[in-house]
């Protein structure tokens, strides 16, 4: 594994974070990203959309940002999926936060369209019509097989509380799977007929930063983080509108951050990649200074997920943390991004950033 790129925040630029790939079609690969701005790194704070791009595969990087998206949002925009759509158009999908008068915090997800490999973008589009805190983290955007667009959505509702003599909003940190489809390559989005549940009353996360991917036999496999000490999963028969419910995943045990998967264009694998708690590493980490987010892990599947092999550690820092993966395959290689600040930098596990090159 070879580091490719690093995204290190500094002054007036606190938080480089999640982001996506895609393959333009003269060869080029665009990365685009959360680039924060300002003095702050919380998850509200000022953002932009930047890109790098690399003319060689993923091996070297240009060294200075091109702006893709100004922040649109009262708060900010972030978490970046790319997808290269069938009819060959390029989609960018991110969240857009906005402060609201109670002193709330929407957060949804919009569209925009590039028809001249990612040299513009058309005017924003809604992916959701109704007011809330919809999560869709960062390269989450898939396309099925039968042109269906899906985005899995983590759906908070809000909250009241007394302050003072007031009453207060907040946003209720337990969250249901839900998720948005278009037929029409992204021209009007409609909610999938059935939510996922969380399946434990005793869970303060509920199923958050929910993925998705399309399995061989057309069915569905969803996943969402937990602070039940693993991942869980779900399934689904008819493009993800009714879900079978959510079960724990042991195969994925983990601290409550979020996993990614993808399939290998080549050979048909999928590709997971998450922190892994499992007891085999025996592995003592700073649970205070990583958030429980390393070591970070890869395994592949052969079967379509129903079994793991060639477990591989990445990141074993004990006092950083790895997140926010995102996977992006070339002819020789998978690339992968992901945050990780830690103590050898003094930052916060979502300051930095770091893309790596794999030889398959």
């Not at 926010?324 to 950033?353: N, P």
Request: charged fraction near 20%; proline fraction near 6%.
């Amino acid at each position: 594994m070879e580091t490719v790129l690093e995204l290190l925040s500094g002054p007036g630029n606190p938080r480089n974070s999640e982001g996506s790939f895609v393959a333009l079609k003269d060869g080029r690969i665009l990365y685009v990203y959360t680039h924060y701005n300002g003095a702050s790194w919380h998850d509200h704070a000022s953002a932009d959309l930047a890109s790098r791009e690399s003319r060689d595969g993923g091996r070297t990087w240009s060294d200075s940002d091109r702006m893709v998206v100004k922040n649109e949002g009262s708060a900010n925009i972030m978490s970046v999926s790319l997808l290269r759509l069938q009819d060959g158009r390029i989609a960018l999908l991110y969240l857009r936060k906005d402060a609201q008068p109670d002193g709330s915090i929407t957060c949804l997800p919009w569209l925009r369209i590039s028809v001249d490999e990612a040299e513009t973008w058309s005017e924003p589009q809604k992916v959701v019509h109704f007011p809330g805190y919809g999560v869709v983290n960062n390269d989450r955007l898939i396309q099925l097989s039968s042109g269906r667009l899906l985005v899995p959505i983590g759906f908070h509702r809000y909250a009241s509380y007394r302050k003072e003599n007031e009453i207060a909003v907040t946003i209720d940190g337990r969250s249901i799977a839900c998720f948005q489809y278009s037929d029409d390559s992204g021209a009007t989005w409609q909610e999938a007929t059935q939510w996922i549940y969380p399946p434990s009353a005793q869970s303060r996360t509920g199923l958050q930063e929910p993925g998705v991917v399309e399995l061989r036999d057309g069915r569905l496999l969803a996943w969402a983080r937990t602070d039940q000490g693993c991942q869980y999963k779900a399934f689904s028969s008819d493009q993800g509108m009714t879900w079978s419910a959510a079960v724990p995943a042991p195969e994925f045990l983990s601290p409550t951050a979020p996993l990614s998967m993808r399939r290998c264009p080549s050979d048909g694998r999928l590709l997971a990649v998450w922190c892994d708690h499992s007891p085999y590493w025996k592995f003592v980490r700073d649970p205070k200074l990583s958030w429980g987010r390393t070591p970070l892990a890869m395994a592949w599947s052969d079967d379509d997920g129903q079994t793991w092999r060639d477990h591989r550690l990445l990141e074993t820092d004990p006092t950083a943390g790895f997140c926010y993966i995102a996977i992006h395959f070339t002819d020789d290689a998978v690339l992968l991004a992901y945050c990780c600040g830690g103590k050898a930098r003094g930052t916060g596990v979502l300051q930095d950033s770091r893309l790596v090159r794999i030889p398959l």
